[in-house]
């Protein structure tokens, strides 16, 4: 039997869709799937079905938070206390904080810690209409341990109503054990990790950190060949300190993605639309950094590239779960129009996971993820901060309830 129909009428569709179309009508949904969208006028007969008056709100696609490490353990604020005094990530990073103090608390927690710790700021995001997201590693740095966080993250896909993506990042940094010796870590993901981690079917993407204090494009390049060995797409956080040349290497590798970019500029615009790799912003990172060097919007415009944002929580350099937020810095602080912060979170972050088939825009056949919004114009999203306009959360074709760190 198929599942029933729901019609969600009298609404203000944003589509998010090629056109960008604004639709006045309604959205009828059979079970997780949209099955039509249009004018009311035009609406195809009907049976008896669940019939939800919207009152003319706005509709937009569920928001998609396309970069994000949420599991993870403890904070960093004592650190973001010394940069404030003047101290550089760079520095701490290499005098053994950083990342490295994230991973000795993640190696110090049980996977019910891990989990607990994570629940609520997941339940922070879902709270301004995120549906899907997706969960690096790379807390972790052992095989057990990156196994570890990658179990959190789909014991949380599976705990709350959100669709999680996986990414391995066993290349965020060198784990003590492997000090100096970078290329034999490296090996070790190759032939052990990964493809044990992808035989438990815990990694839906694999991404690198490339950069000075961390991967360079060798690295790269022979982590890439071997995630496609294993028909898993790849992702990179390229040019975030430095240009180092990775966003050119991950280009030619057909990336999702590239993530960060504010060291990158013309060739790396032209690289990433010739590909149809996504341009991850990420400006809670730029701003909690106090980086001055913004990312290359106008040429990443006129190449054409998919523009993605994306919360980037983490302990260190983004330590935020506010998705709404990112995209007022992303207007503010980055340049970007109302219109493309928003396709920044739904269909160029669709693309950004590879799921664009199925989720980040309004059309027949495509997830049935919503969000209503108490806003009288869409450009409301990307200009409050701190307050929160979500009305009503539709996922996979249920109204969700307002998320707690325990749902
Ligand atoms: N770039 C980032 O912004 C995060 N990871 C990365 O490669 C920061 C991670 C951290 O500082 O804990
Ligand atoms: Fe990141």
Redesign the pocket.
């Known amino acids: 039997m198929q599942p029933p129909l729901k019609l969600w009428r009298n609404a203000r569709l944003l589509t998010c869709d090629a056109g960008a179309q604004r639709i006045e009508g309604a959205l009828l949904t059979r079970g997780p799937r949209i099955e039509w969208l249009g004018p009311e006028a035009e609406l195809p007969a009907l049976g008896a079905c669940e019939v939800h008056d919207l009152q003319g709100a706005w509709v937009s696609p569920g928001l998609i938070d396309c970069h994000t ?1 949420l599991v ?1 353990a403890g904070n ?1 604020a004592a650190e973001y206390a010394e940069r404030l005094r003047g101290r550089s ?1 760079e520095d701490l ?1 290499r005098a053994g904080g ?2 490295l103090s ?1 991973v000795r608390a993640v190696r110090a927690a049980g996977e019910q810690q891990l989990f607990d710790e994570s629940a609520p700021r997941l339940a922070a995001l879902l709270a301004e209409g995120v549906t899907t997201l997706e969960i690096k590693s ?2 972790g740095l052992t095989l057990a341990d990156e196994a570890k966080m990658l179990r959190v993250a789909r014991a949380l896909g599976r705990a709350f109503p959100v669709t999680v993506r996986t990414t391995f ?1 066993g290349a ?1 940094t060198v784990p003590p054990e492997y000090r100096g010796r970078a290329d034999e870590y490296l090996e070790a993901l190759v032939h052990e990790w990964l493809p044990s981690l992808a035989a438990e079917a815990l990694v839906d993407a694999v991404d690198i ?1 490339c ?1 000075r204090i ?1 991967f360079s494009v060798a690295h790269a390049e022979r982590l890439f060949a071997a995630a496609q060995a294993l028909r898993l797409p790849v992702k990179m ?1 390229a040019e ?1 300190l430095s240009n180092l040349g990775g966003t050119l290497c991950a280009t030619a590798h057909g990336a999702l993605s590239c993530d ?1 970019l504010e060291h990158a500029g013309e060739a790396e615009a032209q690289a990433l639309a010739r590909a149809g790799t996504a341009a991850v912003l ?1 400006p809670v ?1 730029y701003y909690c950094l106090g980086d001055r060097t913004l990312p290359p919007i106008e040429a990443l415009r006129r190449a054409g590239a998919a523009l993605a944002v994306a919360s ?1 929580c ?5 330590p935020g779960t506010s998705l709404l937020t990112a995209l007022s810095m992303a207007t503010r602080l980055f340049g970007l129009t109302s219109e493309e912060a928003l396709l920044g979170v739904t269909r160029h972050a669709a693309q950004a996971l590879g799921l664009a088939h199925e989720r980040g825009t309004l059309a027949p056949g495509l997830a049935a993820d919503f969000v209503v919004w108490n806003i009288a114009e869409p450009s409301e999203l990307g200009y409050w901060i701190g307050y929160n306009p979500r009305r009503t959360v539709v996922r996979a074709g249920e109204v969700v309830p307002w998320p707690t760190a325990t749902s």
């Open positions: 490490h993870f960093r990530y990073a950083g990342i994230t790379g807390y990042l965020h950190f950069e961390a956080h975030q960060h990420l990172a980037d983490n302990p260190g350099s983004a």
